[in-house]
């Protein structure tokens, strides 16, 4: 157990719908992370936060967006679903002692598995 | 731009034989590099990372890596399978030039088979 959460575990929808994927970092770590996990694109960065701030954009569609709350939990909102965004959505956090850059030892959540109907 | 490249998408062992998985990573700089495996069903969980401190790097359950620069490799090995070693294993870089982020690139993994 990593100490990341995420929630919910499976989440079914139809194509045009807005879900929200939620991820409690492990307590005390002020940086989250963001992946996504298919077939054909393998795992990819999204997202990253820092102590609420948006630190890093990677290949994030602008239909998705993400916010950092002042409790540090993070919310991943993905709108306007298509077939393609099924896949698994990873969240990952780290401690900060390196001011959420390069080298810190990130922690990753069980994921979240989104399938569009 | 950073990329790994982890060669083979697929390797079979048998329980007891020598595990070694590569990869490779293209970076102008020294780069942090990782290793995680995926169990089925399971986050990621950190086998191993290379900080520049040491070339070797010993990690959970057995694996251990080796930097080599000139190669730009960073193969991860273990010396006797077990059967609890089948999962998907994941190289990963976090470098410079990204500005201040520890954001991480993967490799395509590789699925690691041990037969009994």
């Known amino acids: 157990d990593s100490g990341v959460t995420q929630t919910p575990k499976h989440l079914i929808t139809a194509t045009g719908q807005r879900v929200t994927l939620r991820c409690s970092p492990r307590?005390?770590?002020?940086?989250v992370y963001w992946y996504q996990q298919s077939l054909d694109q393998g795992l990819q960065f999204l997202i990253q936060y820092y102590n609420g701030e948006e630190r890093a954009k990677g290949n994030i569609l602008e239909r998705f967006s993400a916010q950092q709350f002042p409790d540090l939990h993070s919310e991943l909102n993905l709108s306007s679903l298509e077939l393609g965004d099924s896949a698994l959505y990873f969240c990952?956090?780290?401690?900060?002692?390196?001011?959420?850059?390069?080298?810190?030892?990130?922690?990753f959540g069980p994921g979240t598995r989104l399938l569009v109907l | 731009a950073q990329s790994v490249t982890q060669l083979g998408s697929h390797v079979s062992v048998s329980e007891g034989a020598l595990v070694l998985l590569r990869c490779n990573y293209s970076s102008s700089v020294p780069p942090y590099l990782f290793w995680y495996v995926q169990y089925p069903n399971q986050g990621l969980q950190l086998l191993l990372k290379?900080?520049?401190?040491?070339?070797l790097v010993k990690g959970i359950n057995g694996f251990e890596a080796e930097f080599k620069k000139s190669e730009t490799s960073f193969h991860l090995t273990k010396p006797s399978a077990h059967m609890s070693d089948a999962a998907e294993y994941f190289c990963?870089?976090?470098?410079?030039?990204?500005?201040?982020?520890?954001?991480?690139?993967f490799g395509q993994g590789t699925t690691l088979q041990v037969k009994p």
């Open positions: 290379y900080t520049s401190a040491a070339t």
């Open positions: 990952a956090s780290s401690g900060g002692e390196l001011a959420g850059g390069l080298g810190e030892t990130q922690y």
């Open positions: 990963a870089v976090s470098t410079h030039g990204s500005g201040n982020t520890g954001k991480l690139i």
């Open positions: 307590s005390g770590d002020l940086s």
